[in-house]
């Protein structure tokens, strides 16, 4: 299948594979793969022909969360440009969460900050021994406020405050542990695994499998919009602060950051 840039889309006996490629940034996320992937998850939510969809990395990572450029981008953007791109992050997780065909993650590397969300949001995550999961916003002094959305309701609140408040990166077997991964599988059957359980899910029935989502997306409807619409403002706000602008800089920068909003004596 033809027609994205940052991905790969092949479908094969009702599967439809995703494969996140910018294997050369680690598969990090830019505007137009966030909006490519979004376009790829609605396309497939419609598709009769897609019964399962598998979204999976190119090279060495699954996803590196937001790219290097766009980040620098950021600190000289406005406060609406900051919203609208809140906005186009939300919208990615909301449609992903709520695709109405069985998601499963492949995951064969890395899943950091955006790629977490992503990994984790699929209704089944296969991923490798080396895999590792973390939303490291803080580092950088950005917010988690999206991706927290999902996460309190995966792991409860306790261990989402040490994932986000921590930031620190989490390997496969205790993201495992925690719930955020369905299974653990050598490298080398990685898509093999994930190939089966769709052929298995292919068994079942379409109707009744959308309809199942349907209902587990309506528990949580009302809350999940009044939650995002405050992510997507604190997300956009916390671009605007002096912190994130430090963050920013030192990461590039290879530095410590020196936080304006921390006053030592």
Known sequence: MEGYTTLEVARQAGVLRITLN???KRNALNPEMI???TQALSAAGEDARCGV????GAGSAFCAGLDLEHLQSLEHRSAAEHRADSERIARLFRTLYECPKPTIAAVNGAAIAGGSGIATLCDFTLAVPRAKFGYTEVRIGFIPAIVSVFLVSQVGE???RDLLLTGRIIEAAEA???GLVTRVVEAENL?????GMAVQLLKNSSEAMAATKR???ANRR???DAELEAAIQANAGARLTGDFGEGIRAFLEKRAPEWPSLKVD
Request: net charge negative.
């Open 22 to 24: 910018r294997p050369e």
């Open 35 to 37: 909006d490519e992937l």
């Open 53 to 56: 969809v598998l979204v999976t």
């Open 158 to 160: 306790k261990r989402a």
């Open 176 to 178: 495992d542990a925690w």
């Open 191 to 195: 898509l093999a695994e994930a190939e």
């Open 215 to 217: 209902l587990l997306s």
């Open 222 to 224: 009302e809350e999940l």
